[in-house]
């Protein structure tokens, strides 16, 4: 599990409440607080990673951690846990969640951290629950996607390969699109007017067989995202970096969406439209997605 213990199968009924990890101290997860002073609060600084768990196992370590570093790093909050000490208290949060993890089989670990007040950082591990139907749905029948008018923040205000718990744009995309369609998500737009992404995941479209995203410098370059370009390397699947306009992905043979909830899924409509329910590339990606994270379809 790149640097954390296995879960033990021993289920400790004391701790069946969830434990979170703060500021070195171990509480109810329902106890966790932030100070109303904190900047996470007045202005929105935090930085936050969400470490999927795949059969037990956290997934992509690593490059969460490096991704982690990063974004901590941009936003200025010091005096953080080193790698080792990170790892440390992850394997210490699994541990001691053991009962809550026996009953919540799918799940990750969140980390949030934020400059805090008088000059000691908030920082938190906690974990989350992941809804298993959900994503049986969303991997086997899709969801909608409905392009919106919102745009991303340019670079230049911060850089979008951080994760941050800034997300308006993200919550006033997702507003616009479930107004057309409950189920649907938003699709932000760059400056030029093509899309990014949305709040939950990269998209990717497919054409000809071919994978083309934005370029990765304009969107978040999810770690899913990441494995499942791999997958299409291995897969001799050719994957191009190209501004990709709303009507060119309605156009698409397949879109594909990636992220840390589902791994790889798909939009089954674009503004109300159905896409092609033919889709051998997303198949082939799925089935790769599966063999990576041990599980056999």
Known sequence: MLGVRAISPIVDRVHETRLAYQNGHWVSAAHLRVSIADPAVTQGVSAVERIRAYRGKLFQVETHLQRWKQSTEVLRVAKLPNRDELLSLIDQTLQKNRAWIAGNENFGVLLLASPGV???????????????????????????????????????????????????????????AQDQDPDAIGVLLDNDGTITETSIANVLIVEN?????????????????????KIAADLKLDWLQEPIS????????????????????????????????????YQSLRKGFDQLIGKSR
């Open 118 to 176: 008088q000059g000691k950082a908030t920082f938190v591990i906690d974990l989350y629950a992941i809804d298993e139907q959900l994503i049986q749905r969303r991997t086997t029948s899709g969801m909608p996607l409905v392009v919106t008018d919102v745009m991303q923040p340019d670079p230049s205000c911060w850089p979008r390969n951080i994760k941050v718990r800034s997300r308006l744009h993200y919550y006033l995309a997702d507003q616009f």
């Open 209 to 229: 067989g071919c994978l083309v995203s934005p370029f990765i410098e304009r969107i978040l370059f999810g770690v899913s995202m990441q494995a499942v370009v």
């Open 246 to 281: 709303p009507e060119r992905m309605s156009r698409a043979d397949e879109v594909l969406l990636t992220g840390s909830s589902c791994g790889i899924w798909f939009a089954n409509r674009i503004d109300g439209q159905a896409t092609p329910s033919n889709r051998p590339v």
